[in-house]
T-cell receptor, first 114, second 109 residues
Framework: DPKIIQKPKYLVAVTGSEKILICEQYLGHNAMYWYRQSAKKPLEFMFSYSYQKLMDNQTASSRFQPQSSKKNHLDLQITALKPDDSATYFC?????????????FGHGTKLSVL | GDSVTQTKGPVTLSEGTSLTVNCSYETKQYPTLFWYVQYPGEGPQLLFKVPKANEKGSNRGFEATYDKGTTSFHLQKASVQESDSAVYYCVLGQGKLIFGQGTKLSIKP
């Protein structure tokens, strides 16, 4: 069973609209992340959260807003969508400080903006 | 800023041949280095962590040694299998990971 659930798997949106990408992890981790993978760029770090608090933000645009309603949730709201936002968005989690620095990734949400 | 540069793909090999994927990094901090692998339709998953300088990390026949002098940690495997077909990433960092551009490996039976 997947331990990190991302919904939906595929998402099609029109330019200018707003979408929310869902992420839930059942690994008991305290840190969660969003990464983006597009055709033109390698996997890019976007945000990191620890204990539901924003730790690092490498996304220049305020159109991308993470939302953490529960410890094991980190959703990503994207507003005023643009075709350049088309990418696969990966949620990840980890348990820092336990001697295991690996990140566990979900299967991704593939977003297409028309 | 921190960066990693790896062999550009795609790479196609015959089963049973050897693999080397080159990777070098730049950072001002003590590096934490990994190799991740990504299969179609999935997120990346850890292949292994590369430990301290001049020590070898390994998993499933893949290995890499971190060379502090050349700031590199090349991925190697002596004999590839068809099931090794995937995209391989060299990665730097903790939490906030810096990924290389990925090397797509295809193995012909």
């Amino acid at each position: 069973d997947p331990k990190i659930i991302q919904k939906p798997k595929y998402l099609v949106a029109v330019t200018g609209s707003e979408k929310i990408l869902i992420c839930e992890q059942y690994l008991g981790h305290n840190a969660m992340y969003w990464y983006r993978q597009s055709a033109k760029k390698p996997l890019e770090f976007m945000f990191s959260y620890s204990y539901q608090k924003l730790m690092d933000n490498q996304t220049a645009s305020s159109r991308f807003q993470p939302q953490s309603s529960k410890k094991n949730h980190l959703d990503l709201q994207i507003t005023a969508l643009k075709p350049d936002d088309s990418a696969t968005y990966f949620c990840a989690s980890s348990q820092p400080g336990q001697g295991d620095e690996r990140l566990f990734f979900g299967h991704g949400t593939k977003l297409s903006v028309l | 800023g921190d960066s990693v540069t790896q062999t550009k793909g795609p790479v196609t090999l015959s089963e049973g041949t050897s693999l080397t994927v080159n990777c070098s990094y730049e950072t001002k901090q003590y590096p934490t280095l990994f190799w991740y692998v990504q299969y179609p339709g999935e997120g990346p998953q850890l292949l292994f962590k590369v430990p301290k300088a001049n020590e070898k990390g390994s998993n499933r026949g893949f290995e890499a040694t971190y060379d502090k002098g050349t700031t590199s940690f090349h991925l190697q495997k002596a004999s590839v299998q068809e099931s090794d077909s995937a995209v391989y990433y060299c990665v730097l960092g903790q939490g906030k990971l810096i990924f290389g551009q990925g090397t797509k490996l295809s193995i012909k039976p």
